[in-house]
C-alpha cells in the first residue's frame, strides 16, 4: 500500500531455503523420525502452504524454521539467514502464530498482554500502548480490549495471538493451523486479514500449515504435500489437481437407467461409469433418481453419451462436473484418506460448499482401483 | 521508535496502514540491528518482563495467604518456643527478619526456579525465543519484578512481626545494611536465574529437585535461628546459600552488638560474599543459557506439544 519498496537487496535470497532437512526425536521405544529429507524453497511473497495428516511434521519444520529446533541433518534459511546459526537475525523479522496458543498470562488485560510482548520487540513505552491499540482495532477486539486474557473466547484468543504477530511487522509470518478450532466467520476473518496484511507490503511471505484443504486451496499460491516427514509434491492448487485428472469426470443424476450403467460403460469415450449412493439430501425428499458417476476420456464425450440415454429412455434430472480436491491429490499420493482430519465439514465451510466434496473422494478410489484392474 | 516516526512523516498525508508499521526495504535491512537497538530492546524486554509480575502484585490477593499469613505463622511458632524457653530476646527479632526474608525466598524457588518449567506448558518459552531480546533479559525481568513484588511482602511481615512482637532493632551501620540487603536480593534473584536456566533442561526432574530441596535449604539456611549454631554445616550454607548469608548479615546488623547472632564472618565479609555470590550466579547463568538454548534446541525443549 503507501510502501514502495526498493527491491530486495540480494535478490538472491530465498525467504525459506531447506535443504535434505531431517529431524529424529529421541523417544521412548524408539526414536520417530518426524522430517525425513525436505528440500523446499520458498520465494519472497509467495503464500505457501504444507498440507498434511496428523504427525506428517508441519510443525516439527515451522519450528526449525522458526528458530526453536535444530534440524538433526540438512540446512534451512530464512531470507538467507541460516536457521541454526543467526538466530537473532530470523527472530527480527520473523512471527508465528500457531492454533491453539496459549501464550502470555491469564491475568494480564488484551491491552496488556500486547503491550508486554511489545516490549519484547524493542518498542517504546508510549509507542507499544499505540501499536497495541492499533491492532486491536485491526483484528476486532475492541470490546475485549481490558477483559482479562483468561476469559477470552477461543476465537478472541486467536484474534489476539494474530494481533501479537503482527506487533514486529514481520517479513515472514509462519502460521501454524491459525484456523484451528475457529466458527467458520472467525475463521474468514482471520484468512481475510492474513491476506490484507500479506498485500500491503510486496515481498511478505507467509509459511501456513491447515488441515482444511479448502483453506490451503483458496488462500496458497504453492503448496506442498507432506506425509511421514516427506514431501510428496509440490506446485500450485490448480497444478496438483490437474495431475490427479486428466479424465473428464460427470455426475449424472437420471429419472431411470433400465438397463444398468454397463450400457453406458460401453459407449465411445467412456472410461468408466458407476451408480453412485444417492445423496443423502434430506431435503431432496426421497427422489426416485439413479445418480452416475461417469469418468470420459474428455468433455467431448460427452454428446455421444447424452444422445445415447435419450435411446435408452432415460431422462437427465442433472448434470454436474466434478472438480477434484486437494483431498483427491492427498489420497492419490499418499494412497489413504484425510478421514480423522474431515473437519472441514465443521470449519472450513467458509470456504467452498464442503457438500461439493463427497463424490470426488470416491471417485478417485474408484477410479484407482479401476485403473490397476 | 524513530523508524515509525520517521515514516510517519515522510508520508504525512496517507494515513498510515496499520498493516505497515515500521517499513523496511528489505528483510535483510531489517535484521541488521544496531547494537544501540540491541542494548534498548533488552532493556524494555525487561520491563515487559517484570510487569505482569507486579500487576499480579494487585491482581491476585491469594498471595496474601502464601507469602504473609504463611510465614508469619511460622514465625509465630518460634517466637513462642523462644519465650517460653527465656531466650535472649534478640531470638524474637531473628525469627521475625527470618520469617520477611522467607518471601525471598519462596519467590525465587517458586517463581524463578519453576517459573520457566511453568512457562514451557504455556507456549511462553517458544514466544520467548522467537523474539528478538535476549533471553537474560526474560529472566532479569522475572528476577525484578519478582523482587519488588516480595520486598513489599517482606515489608509487611517484617513490619506486623515487629510490632506484634516488640521487636528492638538497633542499627548502627544504616548504609552497611542497606548494602547487603541489597547485595543479599541480587545474590538470591542470581541463584534464581541460574536455576531457571536449568529448569530448561531438566523440566520436571528439578522441579522434584527444589520441593525436596525446599525444606533443608529453610533449615540450614537459619530462618528461624541463627545459622551459625549448625556449626560445619551452618558454615557450608554460608558458603553457598545467599539466604544464609544474606540473613546473617542483616542479622549481626539489626542487632548490632548483640553476641547472639554467634557470627564469625563480619558483615562486610559478607557483604564480600554476597559480591562473589551475585557475580558467579548471573555468569552463570549467562553461561549456561547458552550452552542450554542450544542443547535444548537440539533435544527439542523449547518447544511445546500441542498435537
Ligand atoms: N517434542 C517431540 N518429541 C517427540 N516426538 C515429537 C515431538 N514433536 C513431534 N513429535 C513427533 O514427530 C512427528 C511429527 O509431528 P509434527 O507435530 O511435526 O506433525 P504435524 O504435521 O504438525 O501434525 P499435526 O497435523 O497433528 O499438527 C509425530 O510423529 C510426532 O509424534
Ligand atoms: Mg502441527
Given at each position: 500500500m503507501p510502501v514502495s519498496p526498493t527491491p530486495l537487496h540480494s535478490a538472491a535470497a530465498l525467504a525459506i531455503d531447506a535443504r535434505n532437512v531431517g529431524r529424529v526425536y529421541k523417544a521412548k521405544p524408539n526414536p520417530i523420525v518426524a522430517l525425513d529429507g525436505i528440500d523446499l524453497t520458498v520465494r519472497p511473497g509467495e503464500l505457501f502452504g504444507l498440507l498434511g495428516p496428523n504427525g506428517a511434521g508441519k510443525t516439527t519444520l515451522i519450528k526449525i524454521l522458526t528458530t526453536l529446533l535444530l534440524p538433526s541433518s540438512g540446512t534451512a534459511s530464512v531470507f538467507g539467514f541460516d536457521v541454526e546459526r543467526q538466530t537473532s537475525q530470523i527472530r527480527r523479522i520473523m512471527n508465528i502464530v500457531s492454533g491453539g496458543e496459549q501464550s502470555g498470562y491469564g491475568l494480564l488485560q488484551v491491552r496488556e498482554q500486547l503491550w508486554m510482548f511489545s516490549q519484547f520487540y524493542g518498542l517504546g513505552v508510549r509507542e507499544g500502548w499505540r501499536r497495541v491499540d492499533e491492532l486491536i482495532d485491526l483484528v476486532g477486539l475492541q470490546e475485549q480490549r481490558v477483559q482479562k486474557v483468561s476469559q477470552l473466547s477461543t476465537g478472541q484468543r486467536q484474534k489476539l495471538n494474530f494481533a501479537r504477530g503482527l506487533l514486529n511487522d514481520p517479513w515472514i509470518f509462519f502460521l501454524?493451523?491459525?484456523?484451528?478450532?475457529?466458527?467458520v466467520s472467525a475463521a474468514r476473518a482471520t484468512r481475510e486479514l492474513t491476506l490484507a496484511w500479506q498485500a500491503a507490503v510486496p515481498g511478505r511471505t507467509i509459511l501456513l500449515t491447515s488441515h482444511y484443504m479448502a483453506e490451503v486451496d483458496e488462500m496458497c499460491d504453492r503448496l506442498a504435500i507432506v506425509d511421514r516427514g516427506r514431501i510428496l509434491a509440490i506446485g500450485t492448487p490448480a497444478e496438483l489437481k490437474h495431475r490427479v485428472q486428466s479424465e473428464s469426470i460427470f455426475r449424472l443424476e437420471l429419472d431411470?437407467?433400465?438397463?444398468?450403467v454397463g450400457a453406458l460403460a460401453r459407449l465411445p469415450g467412456v472410461i468408466s461409469a458407476a451408480s453412485v449412493a444417492g445423496n443423502d439430501n434430506g431435503a431432496d425428499g426421497e427422489r426416485n433418481t439413479i445418480l452416475v458417476k461417469l469418468v470420459l476420456v474428455d468433455d467431448g464425450a460427452l454428446g455421444p453419451v447424452v444422445s445415447a440415454l435419450a435411446g435408452l429412455d432415460a431422462h437427465i434430472v442433472s448434470l454436474q462436473k466434478s472438480e477434484p480436491s486437494l483431498e483427491d491429490v492427498f489420497v492419490e499420493l499418499v494412497g489413504r484418506g484425510f478421514e480423522d482430519d474431515l473437519t472441514v465439514h465443521q470449519n472450513?465451510?467458509?470456504?467452498?460448499?464442503?457438500?461439493?466434496?463427497?463424490?470426488d473422494e470416491e471417485s478417485v478410489a474408484e477410479e484407482l482401483a479401476g485403473r490397476s484392474r | 521508535m524513530t523508524a515509525a516516526k520517521g515514516s510517519a512523516e515522510r508520508t504525512p498525508s496517507a494515513a498510515r496502514?496499520?498493516?505497515?508499521?515500521?517499513?523496511?526495504?528489505s528483510p535483510e535491512e531489517a535484521a541488521r540491528w544496531e547494537p544501540r537497538r540491541i542494548l534498548i530492546t533488552n532493556v524494555r524486554s525487561i520491563a515487559g518482563r517484570a510487569y505482569p509480575r507486579l500487576i499480579g502484585l494487585r491482581r491476585e490477593p491469594s498471595w496474601i495467604l502464601f507469602e504473609i499469613l504463611l510465614p508469619f505463622l511460622t514465625t509465630s511458632a518460634f517466637v513462642f518456643v523462644y519465650r517460653a524457653l527465656q531466650s535472649p530476646p534478640e531470638y524474637i527479632g531473628f525469627v521475625v527478619l527470618g520469617g520477611a526474608m522467607t518471601a525471598f525466598w519462596m519467590n525465587v524457588m517458586w517463581m524463578m526456579a519453576a517459573q520457566l518449567y511453568w512457562e514451557k506448558d504455556q507456549g511462553n518459552l517458544e514466544r520467548y525465543f522467537t523474539a528478538p531480546m535476549s533471553m537474560m533479559a526474560i529472566l532479569l525481568g522475572m528476577a525484578i519484578g519478582g523482587l519488588l513484588m516480595s520486598t513489599f511482602r517482606a515489608g509487611i511481615v517484617l513490619l506486623v512481626g515487629t510490632i506484634v512482637y516488640g521487636v528492638v532493632f538497633s542499627v548502627d551501620q544504616w548504609f552497611l545494611l542497606l548494602g547487603v540487603f541489597v547485595l543479599f536480593l541480587t545474590a538470591l534473584y542470581g541463584l534464581g536465574m541460574m536455576l531457571a536456566t536449568l529448569f530448561v533442561l531438566w523440566g520436571r526432574e528439578a522441579w522434584h529437585l527444589t520441593q525436596i530441596m525446599a525444606e533443608p535449604v529453610y533449615f540450614v539456611s537459619g530462618l528461624n535461628f541463627p545459622v551459625a549454631r549448625l556449626g560445619l554445616f551452618g558454615a557450608a550454607a554460608l558458603g553457598t546459600i545467599p539466604l544464609a548469608v544474606g540473613l546473617d548479615a542483616i542479622r549481626q546488623l539489626a542487632f548490632a552488638g548483640s553476641t547472639n547472632t554467634g557470627s564469625f564472618i563480619s558483615p562486610e565479609g559478607e557483604a564480600l560474599l554476597l559480591v562473589a555470590m551475585t557475580i558467579v550466579f548471573i555468569g552463570l547463568a549467562r553461561y549456561l543459557l547458552r550452552i542450554i538454548e542450544r542443547l535444548a534446541r537440539q533435544d527439542g525443549k523449547l518447544i511445546t506439544r500441542t498435537s
Amino acid at each position: 500500500m503507501p510502501v514502495s519498496p526498493t527491491p530486495l537487496h540480494s535478490a538472491a535470497a530465498l525467504a525459506i531455503d531447506a535443504r535434505n532437512v531431517g529431524r529424529v526425536y529421541k523417544a521412548k521405544p524408539n526414536p520417530i523420525v518426524a522430517l525425513d529429507g525436505i528440500d523446499l524453497t520458498v520465494r519472497p511473497g509467495e503464500l505457501f502452504g504444507l498440507l498434511g495428516p496428523n504427525g506428517a511434521g508441519k510443525t516439527t519444520l515451522i519450528k526449525i524454521l522458526t528458530t526453536l529446533l535444530l534440524p538433526s541433518s540438512g540446512t534451512a534459511s530464512v531470507f538467507g539467514f541460516d536457521v541454526e546459526r543467526q538466530t537473532s537475525q530470523i527472530r527480527r523479522i520473523m512471527n508465528i502464530v500457531s492454533g491453539g496458543e496459549q501464550s502470555g498470562y491469564g491475568l494480564l488485560q488484551v491491552r496488556e498482554q500486547l503491550w508486554m510482548f511489545s516490549q519484547f520487540y524493542g518498542l517504546g513505552v508510549r509507542e507499544g500502548w499505540r501499536r497495541v491499540d492499533e491492532l486491536i482495532d485491526l483484528v476486532g477486539l475492541q470490546e475485549q480490549r481490558v477483559q482479562k486474557v483468561s476469559q477470552l473466547s477461543t476465537g478472541q484468543r486467536q484474534k489476539l495471538n494474530f494481533a501479537r504477530g503482527l506487533l514486529n511487522d514481520p517479513w515472514i509470518f509462519f502460521l501454524d493451523e491459525p484456523t484451528l478450532g475457529l466458527d467458520v466467520s472467525a475463521a474468514r476473518a482471520t484468512r481475510e486479514l492474513t491476506l490484507a496484511w500479506q498485500a500491503a507490503v510486496p515481498g511478505r511471505t507467509i509459511l501456513l500449515t491447515s488441515h482444511y484443504m479448502a483453506e490451503v486451496d483458496e488462500m496458497c499460491d504453492r503448496l506442498a504435500i507432506v506425509d511421514r516427514g516427506r514431501i510428496l509434491a509440490i506446485g500450485t492448487p490448480a497444478e496438483l489437481k490437474h495431475r490427479v485428472q486428466s479424465e473428464s469426470i460427470f455426475r449424472l443424476e437420471l429419472d431411470r437407467l433400465d438397463r444398468g450403467v454397463g450400457a453406458l460403460a460401453r459407449l465411445p469415450g467412456v472410461i468408466s461409469a458407476a451408480s453412485v449412493a444417492g445423496n443423502d439430501n434430506g431435503a431432496d425428499g426421497e427422489r426416485n433418481t439413479i445418480l452416475v458417476k461417469l469418468v470420459l476420456v474428455d468433455d467431448g464425450a460427452l454428446g455421444p453419451v447424452v444422445s445415447a440415454l435419450a435411446g435408452l429412455d432415460a431422462h437427465i434430472v442433472s448434470l454436474q462436473k466434478s472438480e477434484p480436491s486437494l483431498e483427491d491429490v492427498f489420497v492419490e499420493l499418499v494412497g489413504r484418506g484425510f478421514e480423522d482430519d474431515l473437519t472441514v465439514h465443521q470449519n472450513g465451510t467458509g470456504l467452498r460448499s464442503a457438500g461439493s466434496r463427497p463424490a470426488d473422494e470416491e471417485s478417485v478410489a474408484e477410479e484407482l482401483a479401476g485403473r490397476s484392474r | 521508535m524513530t523508524a515509525a516516526k520517521g515514516s510517519a512523516e515522510r508520508t504525512p498525508s496517507a494515513a498510515r496502514s496499520p498493516f505497515v508499521y515500521r517499513p523496511t526495504a528489505s528483510p535483510e535491512e531489517a535484521a541488521r540491528w544496531e547494537p544501540r537497538r540491541i542494548l534498548i530492546t533488552n532493556v524494555r524486554s525487561i520491563a515487559g518482563r517484570a510487569y505482569p509480575r507486579l500487576i499480579g502484585l494487585r491482581r491476585e490477593p491469594s498471595w496474601i495467604l502464601f507469602e504473609i499469613l504463611l510465614p508469619f505463622l511460622t514465625t509465630s511458632a518460634f517466637v513462642f518456643v523462644y519465650r517460653a524457653l527465656q531466650s535472649p530476646p534478640e531470638y524474637i527479632g531473628f525469627v521475625v527478619l527470618g520469617g520477611a526474608m522467607t518471601a525471598f525466598w519462596m519467590n525465587v524457588m517458586w517463581m524463578m526456579a519453576a517459573q520457566l518449567y511453568w512457562e514451557k506448558d504455556q507456549g511462553n518459552l517458544e514466544r520467548y525465543f522467537t523474539a528478538p531480546m535476549s533471553m537474560m533479559a526474560i529472566l532479569l525481568g522475572m528476577a525484578i519484578g519478582g523482587l519488588l513484588m516480595s520486598t513489599f511482602r517482606a515489608g509487611i511481615v517484617l513490619l506486623v512481626g515487629t510490632i506484634v512482637y516488640g521487636v528492638v532493632f538497633s542499627v548502627d551501620q544504616w548504609f552497611l545494611l542497606l548494602g547487603v540487603f541489597v547485595l543479599f536480593l541480587t545474590a538470591l534473584y542470581g541463584l534464581g536465574m541460574m536455576l531457571a536456566t536449568l529448569f530448561v533442561l531438566w523440566g520436571r526432574e528439578a522441579w522434584h529437585l527444589t520441593q525436596i530441596m525446599a525444606e533443608p535449604v529453610y533449615f540450614v539456611s537459619g530462618l528461624n535461628f541463627p545459622v551459625a549454631r549448625l556449626g560445619l554445616f551452618g558454615a557450608a550454607a554460608l558458603g553457598t546459600i545467599p539466604l544464609a548469608v544474606g540473613l546473617d548479615a542483616i542479622r549481626q546488623l539489626a542487632f548490632a552488638g548483640s553476641t547472639n547472632t554467634g557470627s564469625f564472618i563480619s558483615p562486610e565479609g559478607e557483604a564480600l560474599l554476597l559480591v562473589a555470590m551475585t557475580i558467579v550466579f548471573i555468569g552463570l547463568a549467562r553461561y549456561l543459557l547458552r550452552i542450554i538454548e542450544r542443547l535444548a534446541r537440539q533435544d527439542g525443549k523449547l518447544i511445546t506439544r500441542t498435537s
